[in-house]
Structure formats: C-alpha cells, structure tokens
C-alpha cells in the first residue's frame, strides 16, 4: 500500500516568527496538497530558557496571516499528538534509555570548561572542534561512581569511525559523508530534555512524516538522523533540502542586514497573498513561467524536482514592486479600500493610538503629521537631526546596545521598554534626556511626537529593530558609525556590562 504522504514544519518559539519559517512552511504544504497528504505543525521547545508561549501565539498568528494552514497541531489535535516537544519529554527520555541500554549512547560528565578547553586546543591546532570522545570508554563502575555523587551529565550518540554515511536527497541526488566528520551529538541535556536532534527523529517517526523538507543548513546532521534511525530499527523518511533565502551579498538571509520577521511585512503594508507569490518564487517557477500565482495554483502544478538550488536572493525591491502589481492589477478599489481599514485605518488602531496624540492636537489636521511615522515603512532621517547633541560615534553605540537590549524583550510592552531605557541609560552613566532625542529621531524622523515608550509598542518589535538598523546604517553611510573593528569591541564590552546577547 503506498504509503500517505505527510510533511511537517518545526518552528522553534524562541523569537519573531521568520520568513524564513515561512518559506519552508510554503513547500512543505504545497507537497503535501500536491499529493493529496497532510502538513504538520510542530513546536519543538526544547530551548527551555527561550521558548515561550507568546512566541508560539505568535508564529501560528503569522502563519494564518499568511495563509498557510496546517491539518494537525497544537490548536488542531489528532492522533499523533501532542505537537509540542516538551509535552513528549517521557517519550524522549524513554528512548534515550533505550539507546544507552543498546549500547548506542553514552553519559558524557566532561564540565563546559573541559569541552571550551579542548575546543580552543582544538582551533589552535587547525582541527575541526568536535567532542574527543573522552567519557565514551568509561567503565560501568566509573560511570555509576560519578552518577551516586550527583555529578551532572548529557547523553551522547556513538557514531561510527570508519566509512561513510550514504542518502539520497529528492534535490540532490546521493550525497555522503564521512562519519569522521560527524561529532558525538547530545541527545539528551543534563537538565534531561532532548536536543533538537533526538526529539526531531523520534518525533517524525511517532507521527508518520513521510518527507523531511528543510533548509540545506540540515544536510550536514543528516548522518547524524539517519544513525539514530537504524540505531532504532526504523524506516527514515526521505529527505529533500532546501537552499537558504539570500541577502544580496549572496550571505544567508539575517535580521542584521534585511527585516525578516513576518510581522515586519504585515505592519508595514504588504499584502500576505503577495509575501506567499513572492517566497513561492524564490525556490520555484511554475510549468507556464508566470510570475503571479496563488497558494491553490502553486500547489496544483508543484513538483518538488523543479525547486531551484540556486540561492535564492530575498529582494525588498522585487517584493515591493510585486505588491506593487497586485494592488493594481488583482484588487479592486474596494477592495483597496477595505484592506487599507482593516491594516492600520480602523477603530481599533485609532483607539491605541489616540490617547497618546490627544494632549498634542489642537485640531483635526495636527493628527497626521504627528501620527504618520507609525504608518510609513520607513521615516525620512537626516544625520544632523540624528545624532544631534551626541558623539556620533556614542549614537552609533547606544543604538546597537539598544537593538542587542530589544532582543531579550520577552513582553512588548511600554513599561518594559521604558524599564530597558532607565538601565541603559544608568548603565552607560547617562542621564535619560540625553539619551532619549536619538531614538526619537530613529523612530520617527521628529524632534518631536508621540510619547517614544508608546510609540515603540505601537509600532511592534519588527518595525522597531528595522529603525534602529536604518538610524546606525545612516551613520555607518556617513564614516562615523562603528567599524568591524569598533563592532568587536562594543560587543566584548556589550557582555561585560549586560551578558550575553540573543542572537
């Protein structure tokens, strides 16, 4: 009996939902229609310091935004359920026992300061950094000796140190891989959760996805999957790997030098039909050439052996002149019309944004030009009125402190913002007011407007981090803005006074 095609997409809930996700999302229900199968929505939250659940709201928000339904998930149950990873944690545990037990894994007591030591040693001497293997010949005495005195440990793969791992890729074609070049994985952390790699395999197998289509970043921990499939006793899907989005540089697409976060394009007017055209375009051309399809179309022609391998190049000119078209050519005025109110025109909009305008306005007419920076993409900044009192190259710091700071925002709200901005400021031995005109100006392209810490939870995250990016790119332009050099040292400095950054 042939077998029912299901595919699955496995967001992460550590951020703002990505493009990029996306795009994957795009393909993977696209095959799945194609041969009449089912798309899967999982969350793996296996990054328990990360994951929250306003980041899970938000990745399922900005995929129906999009138009991109799933048949099973965490808000659709069904019988391969639950679809959160941490929700299946004795499953996982149950079968890393099982691994360890076979033989086929091991615990690994080596402390961060051993693995960060042997790694340096590692660089130092021209190798690639991987685990030396040191815990896997323990004995069984060693092993329960260290475990009754509460020492903490992970659980690793073995993997074979001869031959080569060898898979057909639907893209591809055969690929191999040396099992040399493939480290001793954790499979399971010392605080007993799963990593990405154990609970992806077992969690495919359990719900029956039939092909693993993902980005091309995944090829190299393929050998690593396959292992642990066979390890198992079980069938391993097939495989087809993605090429990454691009920025123009032909670098993987990054929130650095491109907005990427799907909210971006939602608040800043691009209509989804066309975010969906666009990224079908990236990796796909459809049998009759033309450009402007919709999801049913792509779907109805999509032969996964037609995806492009070339690097697709994420262009904002191109997206927008494609938004361009379908505003003119596929909407009617009304139509126009209506998804102008339902985008930033309604009443609910006006509502968030008025109490903060009112002790500004004399009259009607006050209300756009003060209000109208929450509306643009992007508001007109000039240098002069950037940077005004400030060194330049202290406006360029404390714009990329405050862009690493908004990161680690977990509740995008005006007083955790408002709290962001007093510790920075205390911080970098500022009083607020000094501080506090730069990102006026970044945000609105004004000495004046509507209060910053209520302007900036209007405007969204995604927005904000994108002006922040423009007001330092300003200043890069200009040759006062941090050099590669200057970025080196802020952020060594950066970690001293504020800890790691989110990347």
């Known amino acids: 009996m042939k077998q029912l095609v299901r595919t699955r997409i496995a967001p992460s809930p550590t951020g703002n939902p990505h493009v990029g996700t996306a795009y994957m999302a795009l393909f993977n229900l696209a095959f799945a229609r194609r041969n009449k199968g089912s798309m899967i929505l999982r969350i793996e939250d296996t990054d328990r310091a990360r994951s929250t659940s306003e980041s899970e709201s938000a990745i399922l928000d900005s995929l129906r935004w999009l138009g991109i339904e799933w048949d099973e998930g965490p808000d659709k149950p069904g019988k391969f359920g639950p679809y959160r990873q941490s929700e299946r944690l004795e499953i996982h545990q ?42 896997l010949n323990l004995s069984k005495e060693e092993i329960e000796k260290k475990m009754d005195r509460g020492d903490p440990y992970v659980i690793r793969m073995k993997v074979p140190q001869e031959g080569e791992c060898i898979f057909t890729d639907e893209l591809r074609g055969e690929v191999r891989i040396d099992w040399k070049q493939i480290d001793h994985q954790v499979l399971q952390k010392s605080d007993g959760y799963p990593t990405y790699h154990l609970a992806n395999v077992v969690d495919d197998h359990m719900m029956e996805i039939s092909h693993v289509i993902r980005g091309e970043e995944w090829i190299s921990s393929t050998p690593k999957h396959i292992l642990l499939y066979q390890q198992l006793g079980w069938d391993a899907p097939s495989f087809a790997h993605l090429p990454l989005l691009r920025n123009p540089d032909k670098s993987k697409l990054s929130k650095r030098k491109n907005p990427t976060g799907i909210f971006y394009y939602r608040d800043a007017g691009y209509l989804p039909e066309v975010m969906l055209n666009y990224l079908g375009m990236m990796g796909y051309t459809l049998p009759d050439q033309r450009e402007i399809f919709s999801l049913d179309e792509l779907s109805e022609s999509f032969d996964i052996k037609r995806m492009s391998l070339g690097g697709p190049i994420f262009d904002l000119a191109k997206l927008k002149w494609l938004n361009g078209r379908y505003l003119r050519e596929k909407l009617s005025e ?47 900044i000039t240098l002069e009125n950037l940077i005004g009192k400030l060194d330049p190259g202290q406006a360029a710091k404390l714009l990329k402190i405050c862009e690493w700071e908004l990161e680690k925002v977990k509740n995008w709200h005006r007083d955790e913002i408002f709290c962001l901005f007093q510790d920075l400021a205390k911080t970098e031995e500022k009083k607020l007011k000094e501080i506090l005109p730069l990102f006026f100006q970044a945000m609105s392209g004004k000495s004046i407007s509507l209060p910053l810490f209520d302007a900036m939870s209007i405007l969204g995250p995604d927005l904000v981090r994108v002006r922040l990016r423009k007001a330092l790119g300003l200043l890069n332009s200009e040759g006062v803005g941090l050099s590669k050099k200057g970025l080196k040292v802020l952020e060594k400095e950066y970690q001293q006074k504020y800890g790691n950054r989110i990347d």
């Open 94 to 135: 149950s079968i890393v026992g099982r691994l360890v037990e076979q033989g086929d894994a091991y615990p690994c007591f080596c402390t961060s300061e051993r693995l960060n030591q042997v790694r340096k040693e590692q660089i130092a001497n021209k190798e690639t950094p991987r685990y030396d293997r040191h815990c």
């Open 334 to 380: 009304d139509d126009v019309v209506e998804r102008l109110i339902q985008w930033k025109l309604n009443t609910t909009k006006f509502k968030n944004i008025l109490p903060h305008a009112l002790q500004r306005l004399e009259n009607f007419s006050d209300f756009i030009p003060l209000t109208e920076f929450l509306f643009n993409e992007h508001p007109e």
